[in-house]
């Protein structure tokens, strides 16, 4: 008798363990998304034929976004031989509306697998948009779900976010062409460090100004061009720094460890100076309430191209001779910058606040609400040591 | 108010409570049932002892011989006459005029050394003298292994088991004057363990060559072999080995006492020795070691360990066991220490993926997509489209042929075995793969898989492992990686509740012996292992002097 | 003896119980609990004074607890403070631990639910999670303190790994400026940098099964020592790589610093992944303590034997998991164990000390 309990009891245990495997969904079924591009609201092309059919929903078009799906379902056996096809390896989808929540899941009723974000790779965010809605109710969404990773990258884009999900290269997937270009940082510095949603986050909390690489598209193909500059206390985009700007940028903030600097010579032909090693140090000077800084930056390269039909000898005069002219050159893309940031934008995106949080905490406290225009009102002060160490493979004697 | 509110607020609600007693339920339950098996099949520790002796002693019901030669010639064959492959030759012995009976079972004495020297002997020079004092019988006669029996029975037994036997009229008792020497083969590498450095040497069927092989791996006056006699109907012989200044006289005692106490009416192979030793029925891991070879025992006896060797089986079990022994090989110790010490990782690591291989494969297809690198996840994504199956079916279709594939290739006979595996392992995994049952990388996960189960050098521990593994495929299919992880602890707290013969079963990772972890994942420089091992409490700690 | 039957742990076991038993949801959520309360980037030094702090609380348990030889704090506190009293403090340690038990496993359940298993009932992962649990517990001291000694050094080496990988996002400049507002918020974060240390109550059990009780200072010592200095790194890393005001708003800010990068090309690409499991694993441990001190009370209280007493723990500790209704809840439980914690060190050691020096010295009573 008590052990047909037991069975019983068992059998009544067998449907939890049938019905288990709640959360198991097949990878296949699933539609990861790599890319998400944020635009000015507007509706999608698709979406406005939809809407003349009936087919809406109560919104106001604050945003649109616009998810790259991939890999595209291939339909029946892998034919191998059949490469002639050019179909895109991706599918980008948009749509707009007011809650980048409610768009995905109003793309659940036009797909026929769930999307899901473990593999976002990038956001791109048109500078528009930005100019309209702030960043951060524009993260809001993807720091708090939970697939998304907080190691996304985020750009912003001069023209249209979603254009630069698109490519003109077959087999090739944007969004990883996007991940992928920071490995060019090695070479110069106008590729400036990725921002991901992690430190976004660190940075809009602390309402410092910050900047955001930007992101050009044109005929199918993207160019990092700059930088975005977002606003701390208002979360608004307010300007770009052009290439030479966003490079030189990097430099001061000592993230910068390559690129190369052409300038033109004595004969006014051009001259390029490949850096080797840049390093920067800010130093921040309290006299009397008045906050001034020093910026020393010393910088060890090589004479990597002329075009001068003079040659020039490999001697520690010419050595000193370029990197007079260097110099100069340096100073005025610096100049550039500085004008940039403390007159036009009126930003410190340079990290300048936060070395004087470091070395003078109490008087960081005071000035820590309008440090920007703080700021914009410091002396910044530059100092350069330029050394040339060689002249390439080449050795020329007088 | 609004404090009791809140309180109530939170008090959860009936479902929870239901839920509560069946959280309650099972543990109760579950330890029911293991109760109810466990005393089904009792332990090998707490067997009667008293029953065994019994009927022992029932089935040795003692009938002397009598002195009378014609008497004793016809209650010999009376019982055993019948069998129609005993010789009985019977021949007068000249010198003594008296007569004789030789006795032998087919096959098993050497005709030609029995009829020239033994017959020749006894026809013709065997004075009265020899045979005079039964006494001196036994110093006179010419052959080396010689025993009196005074018991027909026992003497019947001995005679049918193969041995040359001996009434001589006038003799109160039977005389065997030769071992048996039934066909043997020829002493062969150890199949099971095949290896590349180290001694060729396997265990054979006969106990006799196999303790022979224990006594010639060196010189000692301290290896000592103590025989029993098992099997209530048919009966063998055991031989306990042990190094008697080493070994642990308490698990000694408990050795003996198991042994002791083994019940069953005939044990065709140490299997079920092992088997009636063992302290835990219900546990899928062994707890005791088999192996065929020689040098495996006697470094399992210089560490303080016991070896049961049975008549009839090339496979001597060794007691206690510990998990890492089952990884290990004699060969880590041959080569030397840094590939011995790598190639211990890497099986270690082998029998890791070996188990949970296809469980991880489970629950990140079909629970966590997001922890797979994205590269991977797309070119997965690519390759299962199609595959109509979800993942746990995909893997169990695979992973099941597989199995079937491997118990075949043992059947089959020699010559076809390579083929089975290329048709089996290569054809049917790419037509599977092309006909879209299966994807490619699964292809690749099981046969890796596979692979690692293979790599395991006790055959027994491999088994175990690719049974388990099913069991883990079962628990990723339910929750994922949270049930991966709950089997794994799971069989953390089962191996470490487990003990063999006193041993806890994953020394000396836990209970941890520092010293032991020379020689665990990794394995020192001999010049460093001066000891034995901790765990096993010997006599003698010290390797050298 | 060859076979061991009695239910002691060695030296080294005792540390790593008490390791495994301090070692738990903490890892996931201090930083953020601490950076709250002092808002500033030194919590670091917060750690490192309430680690002190927890030191001298724990020696001053240990010597309590090497009076009595053999006795855990359920039995010796009968003969130190009286019959009614004792099992009154006894009993709400053991609800103590009950709550802690449940606390772990709730939270265990969120973090899985909302990165691992999402859309599976709440029931289904806490309750195999128990039972596994139970399994481990009815086989006593001896064998929990050898799972703990199995996993401990797998805990370590991945999450050391894990802080190892996350260097590329540490930046020491997120540290500075050191007590740059001052030591007040150093002093405010002290008290929930002593509530990571909740659990460590177990010392007064522990000591009566070690086999050489006088290493008790040694092993507890190390054991409480391994811990703070996790805690340690783990500060220093996820506010290094996160920064103090990010931290703040983070639930589980030590996933979010290991999710922030990517090893590409790597094969785990994600170390979420092996931290997620050594965490689950690490929860396991710090579950089974708290379930194996409960029952242990109880049954030494009332004189019950143990098995019974784990399988009636079993419901308790379910409901206990799931009384907390949303997150929130289950944060402000964790707030409330770890005052209770601190209630319960005052009425326990201290006030069970305090009365033995007055009975012994100044009754000359033979306690």
Known sequence: ?398 | MSFLSSIAHHIPDWIVFCQALIALLVPILATRIYKTLHSFVGTGKNLDTNKVSQTLESTRAATPFSGDYQTDLQAILSKIGSNSDLHTREFPLTKLNARGTLFCVDGMQNERILNMKMMEFLMFKATGDVLAEPSKAEDLLPFSSLSTISDIDNFNRSVLFGHAGLLIEGMPHGLLIEFPNGANRSIDEPVSEALIRGPRLGFSEVLSENTSMLRRQGFSDQLEMKSYLVGTRLQKDLVIAYMKDIVNPDLLQEVQTRVNNLNSDFLADSGYIEQLIEDNYLSPFQQVQNTERPDRVINALLEGRIAILLDGTPFALIVPVTFSMLLQTPEDYYERWIPGSLLRMLRFGAAFVALMGPALYISLIAFHPGLIPTELAISIIETRQGVPFPALIEVLILEVSIEILREAGIRLPKPIGPAMGIVGGLIIGDAAVQAGIVSPFLVIVVAVTAISSFSIPTYSAGVTLRLLRFVSMMFAAFLGMFGTILFFLLLCSHLTKLKSFGVPYLTPASPFRATDWKDLFFRAPLSLMKRRPAMLKTKDSKRKS | MFNRTDDKITTSQAGVFLTNTVLGAGILTMPRSITQDMKTPDSWLTILLGGIIVMLAILLMVKLSQQFPGQTVFQYAGRIAGKFPSKVLCLLLVVYFILIAGFEIRSLAEVTLFFLLEGTPIWAVILPFIWVGTYLVLGGINSIARVFQIIFPITILVLLASYGFSLRLFDINNLRPVLGSGVLPVLHGLKSSVLVYTGCEVVMTLVAFMQHPHQAVKAMMGGIAIPFALYFLTIVFVIGGLTADAVITSTWPTIDLIRSFEYTGFFVERLEFPLMVIWLMQMFCNFCSFFFQASLGVSQLFKFSITSVIYVMVPLIFLAAMVPKSIQDVFALGDAIGTMGLTLFLLLPVLLSFIWIIRKKGLKQHV
């Open chain 1, 1 to 398: 008798m008590y052990r047909s309990y037991k069975m019983i009891f068992l059998y009544l245990l067998l449907p939890f363990v049938l019905t288990g495997c709640w959360s198991s969904k097949e990878i296949e079924d699933l539609a990861m998304y790599t890319g998400m591009a944020l635009d000015i609201g507007q509706p999608a092309p698709i979406e406005e034929e939809f809407e003349a059919k009936g087919a809406e929903y109560s919104k106001h078009n604050k945003v649109m976004t616009t998810i790259q799906i991939v890999p595209m379902k291939t339909v029946g056996t892998k034919d191998k031989n059949n490469t002639g096809s050019t179909k895109k390896p991706y599918l980008n989808v948009s749509g707009s509306g007011d809650s980048i929540l409610e768009i995905f899941r109003q793309f659940s009723i036009r797909l026929d697998r769930p999307i899901i974000g473990h593999h976002l790779k990038v956001i791109v965010i048109s500078s528009k948009l930005l100019r309209k809605q702030t960043i951060e109710q524009m993260s809001d969404f993807v720091l708090r779900d939970n697939d998304i990773r907080p190691s996304t990258k985020v750009y912003i884009s001069q023209g249209d976010a979603k254009e630069t999900l698109e490519s003109s290269e077959p087999n090739e997937i944007p969004s990883f062409h996007i991940t992928g270009m920071y490995r060019n940082q090695m070479r110069t510095s106008k590729v400036l460090d990725f921002v991901t949603l992690s430190k976004l986050d660190a940075l809009m909390k602390t309402k410092r100004s910050f900047v955001l690489q930007n992101l050009v598209s044109g005929g199918g193909q993207i160019e990092f061009s700059g930088a975005g500059i977002i606003k701390g206390s208002s979360g608004h985009w307010i300007g770009n720094l052009n290439q030479e700007d966003a490079e030189c940028l990097a430099w001061i903030t000592n993230k910068g460890k390559a690129g190369a600097i052409k300038a033109y010579d004595w004969d006014n032909q051009p001259l390029t100076y490949e850096i080797k090693s840049i390093k920067s140090k800010i130093s921040p000077h309290v006299d009397e309430g008045k906050i001034s800084f020093k910026v020393h930056l010393a910088v060890e390269g090589r004479l990597i191209e002329t075009w001068n039909k003079n040659n020039i000898p490999s001697t520690n005069y010419y050595a000193e001779k370029t990197s007079k002219i260097i110099e100069e050159k340096f100073a005025k893309m610096v100049q550039a910058l500085m004008n940039k940031l403390q007159s036009k934008y009126k930003v410190d995106v340079a990290g300048f606040g936060n070395r004087l949080a470091i070395v003078y905490p109490s008087v960081w406290k005071q000035v820590e609400d309008d440090w920007d225009d703080t700021f914009s009102r410091s002396e910044v002060n530059f100092t350069y040591d330029i050394s040339v160490t060689d002249f390439g493979s080449i050795t020329e004697t007088e």
